[in-house]
């Protein structure tokens, strides 16, 4: 099957010849560095709830999926579709550009151990660069915009909040791109495309393009980095 996020034969053969040469290690940290920033300075609202819900975009959702997937608090992530309609949330149509989907992973996470605002942080400094319009790393198209799926006002009011806090600090070499789009519904994935990363460790597209932000995750957010990260199917629901 012809999936459009792929790398090229010829960008897998020449890293086929770098992991042999053992020269990979030496390249795969420059595929996407993760950088710290602040803590949002507008907290979340004290929750009793167990359960919360964010939905996010930063690109290709396999390596959005696994950096919440190894987030403590996160009780489950999963790859799908936001900002289209229903009959367009199929990955053949999604790729085109013209849905309005983007690439997403709802998240969900116990709000007594992680906040919404700390979801956040990981996504802007870990999971995707938040300054790209349009495109992530070799991908491009409005289907991986960097975007926040509000689930409720609270949280819109926190993601608008922490980006102008972010742009106002010039935390990044450039502005935020990041659109807020409330009262969008999110669609599950195709089953192949849960736990991804996971399954496919030496696919070179996870190897130089996700599996450096499993590192940077750990590296800037040790006391949050769990090291077994939680699967859609260990959750009950995977395909």
């Not at 959702?61 to 229903?86: K, M, R, T």
């Not at 996971?198 to 800037?220: A, G, S, W």
Request: hydrophobic residues 40%; contains cysteine; negative net charge.
């Amino acid at each position: 099957m012809t999936r459009t996020h792929l790398t090229s034969n010829r960008e897998q053969l020449l890293l086929a010849i770098l992991t042999s040469a053992g020269l990979l290690a030496a390249t795969v940290g420059t595929a996407e560095e993760g950088i710290p920033i602040p803590p949002p300075e507008v907290g979340s609202p004290a929750s009793e709830q167990a359960t919360a819900v964010a939905v996010l975009a930063g690109g290709c959702f396999w390596g959005v999926q696994g950096v919440f997937q190894h987030l403590d608090g996160v009780q489950n992530a999963i790859s799908g579709y936001a900002g289209g309609e229903a009959a367009t949330a199929q990955y053949r149509m999604v790729g085109s550009g013209r849905t309005g989907h983007a690439e997403a992973v709802e998240v969900t996470f116990d709000p007594t151990k992680i906040s919404y605002g700390e979801i956040l942080r990981v996504f802007f400094s870990v999971a995707h660069d938040p300054t790209q319009l349009n495109r992530q790393g070799p991908d491009s198209g409005t289907q991986y915009r960097t975007a926040i799926f509000p689930q409720n006002a609270d949280q819109a009011k926190i993601a608008e909040a922490y980006i102008d806090q972010l742009n106002d600090a010039r935390v990044f070499d450039a502005a935020i791109v990041t659109k807020i789009e409330p009262d969008r519904p999110f669609y599950r994935a195709e089953d192949y495309h849960q736990d991804y990363l996971t399954l496919n460790p030496d696919q070179p597209y996870i190897v130089y393009n996700d599996l450096p932000k499993i590192e940077n995750l750990k590296r800037l957010f040790p006391d949050m980095y769990r090291e077994e990260p939680v699967l859609v199917g260990d959750a009950g629901i995977g395909g």
